[in-house]
DNA sequence: GTCATATTAGAATAATATTCTAGAATTGTA
DNA sequence: TACAATTCTAGAATATTATTCTAATATGAC
């Protein structure tokens, strides 16, 4: 496992909090029993914690899924920004935020199958407010970036709506077949593919 | 409601099977609570059933989301399996393809919320191979169609574990996204949009 | 009609989530 | 340091929900 896998960026020595202990608990439980299947006793038992401590960090199980859900929502995007802080063209920028993508989930396959499992559980709970500012975090600079794109006349001019569906689309599905053991080859060996692709449904002039 | 809630297309007096009454009412209460949310005795007094019948019928409540799951995705594949049929070159196969699925979600967005959210859990249940096969069934005759595009040179060789994904993947994305509120346009209403990238992603001349 | 099988019913049980009260640890403040 | 306020932990008690079980009822084959 990667150190992306405990919750929090914490020093190699310091003694996880009790909160970031259950967070990383319930990962462990979801990946041997699934969502569903998953517990609140044997993840208490997993980080030697009690339900109460439990009920007091996150009120109820939706709310620890929540918890969980955003802050590995906040490790992926963390994870590519410096990648796309970089870019300076739009295609960089394309790329950036495609293998941004592919390669988190490569190299956190139980965080992503947890996300995939979790999004709309979280998407209808009380949290559905946080989830939607930190999409358009994820995703406002990206689009200001394509603005200019379609004003200089090299971005097509498409619904503002689609643009996240046409970059991130193919690329989501095919994580979630690999995910599911219905493809076999790791998302980011296919970088260049779902870049290509991405960057062919939204140029002015796909072929350069 | 469209006549596609009806899980089994049976004639408009025939009285539906318990089992059918079962899985209509399971989608309802889906559609209110959620599928953590609903209850067996939710779905039970729904259908004005009983929960031996519910556990003769299903086995459990995996089962029952499972078989609804399977049933739904029958319908979407019979619906645009008539389009996908009369296709005759690859670009028509892929608008069919592409149309078929954003139109059946938009007029059916309770099940193909439901289907989302079930979608992970069905997967890892034992329900999983029938999930795969009808995959297969879906994506099979589609693969074939490509693979004469692509001796022919009209279609872009790519790896064929990518091509369902580079096809539908945008779409789904953004049904997902519709069915969240995180977007308002109707699914339907961008299928130019969405064929246009899905023919651009797999075509060796993408700007006809 | 009668047997076998499929289906339904609902009470009883088991598994699980949640609440609640009390106590321990920690933090802020003088 | 002392002390109060607050946060955190513990785990028994309770509530909710899924599942099992036994018996009764319908359905279909012969």
Not at 118 to 130: F, L, N
Not at 150 to 178: H, K, M, Q
């Amino acid at each position: 496992m990667t150190d992306a896998s405990s919750p929090s960026a914490t020093s190699v020595q310091a003694p996880r909090s009790s909160r970031d202990k259950l967070l990383d608990s319930a990962i462990a439980c979801f990946d041997e029993h699934g969502l569903t299947g998953m517990t609140i006793e044997q993840i208490r038992r997993h980080a030697n914690s009690s339900v109460g401590s439990m009920y007091h960090h996150f009120g109820n199980r939706e709310g620890l899924i929540a918890a969980l859900f955003l802050q590995l929502l906040d490790d992926q995007i963390a994870r590519s920004r410096a990648e796309i802080d970089a870019a300076t063209t739009p295609r960089q920028t394309v790329r950036a935020l495609v293998h941004g993508y592919l390669d988190w989930v490569t190299h956190h396959p139980v965080e992503a199958r947890f996300m995939y499992a979790a999004r709309s559980e979280v998407a209808t709970s009380s949290s559905a407010g946080s989830l939607k500012e930190k999409n358009k975090q994820r995703f406002g600079p990206l689009l200001a970036v394509l603005k200019t794109g379609v004003e200089s006349g090299d971005i097509r001019s498409l619904p503002r709506e689609t643009f996240a569906s046409l970059l991130v689309g193919p690329s989501e599905n095919y994580c979630r077949a690999w995910l599911s053991d219905r493809v076999s080859g790791a998302p980011v060996d296919h970088t260049d593919v779902f870049v290509e692709a991405a960057w062919r449904a939204i140029s002015t002039s796909p072929i350069d």
